[in-house]
């Protein structure tokens, strides 16, 4: 339960960072929901990787090549369920504001990451 406890935190920092960085792009830049959003997920996946290896789960006894990459397996793969997502509502809810899209999303992602994160990447 701890650690579920802590992944929650990890998560709504990441989820911060990518909000904030999503919100940030379409404000300041002529990137589009689309594009901007791929970069905050690429910058969040990294955030909580350095994240949950410190905070959450403890570093793997593996190399930290190998957790990272498969980190970044589950990460990339939970970030494609949860763009997939997140564009499916832009594009059949045009109404929807990205944020809310955003929210969605990541609820709908993050009991994959838990378990792919704790069974895959850093069980001992």
Same mark, same amino acid.
Request: charge should be positive; glycine fraction near 12%.
């Given at each position: 339960m701890k650690?579920?406890?802590?992944? +929650?935190?990890?998560?709504?920092? +990441?989820?911060? $960072?990518? +909000? @904030?960085? %999503?919100? !940030? *792009? *379409?404000?300041? &830049?002529?990137?589009?929901?689309?594009?901007?959003?791929?970069?905050?997920?690429? $910058?969040? !996946? $990294?955030?909580?990787?350095? %994240?949950?290896? @410190? /905070? &959450?789960?403890?570093?793997?006894?593996r190399s930290i090549a190998v957790e990272g990459f498969r980190y970044g @397996?589950? +990460?990339?793969?939970s970030a494609m369920v949860n763009y997939l997502i997140y564009s499916g509502l832009l594009l059949s809810l045009p109404i929807l504001q990205p944020l809310a899209a955003l929210v969605i999303a990541s609820i709908a992602a993050m009991a994959f990451s838990? /378990?792919?994160y704790s069974r895959f990447v850093f069980r001992r």
């Open positions: 650690k579920l406890a802590r992944f +929650g935190i990890v998560g709504t920092i +990441g989820f911060l $960072v990518d +909000g @904030s960085l %999503l919100w !940030l *792009l *379409l404000e300041a &830049t002529p990137l589009g929901p689309f594009l901007a959003r791929a970069i905050a997920i690429a $910058v969040a !996946l $990294v955030a909580t990787w350095y %994240l949950n290896r @410190s /905070f &959450t789960f403890g570093a793997s006894r @397996s589950v +990460g990339i793969t838990f /378990f792919g």
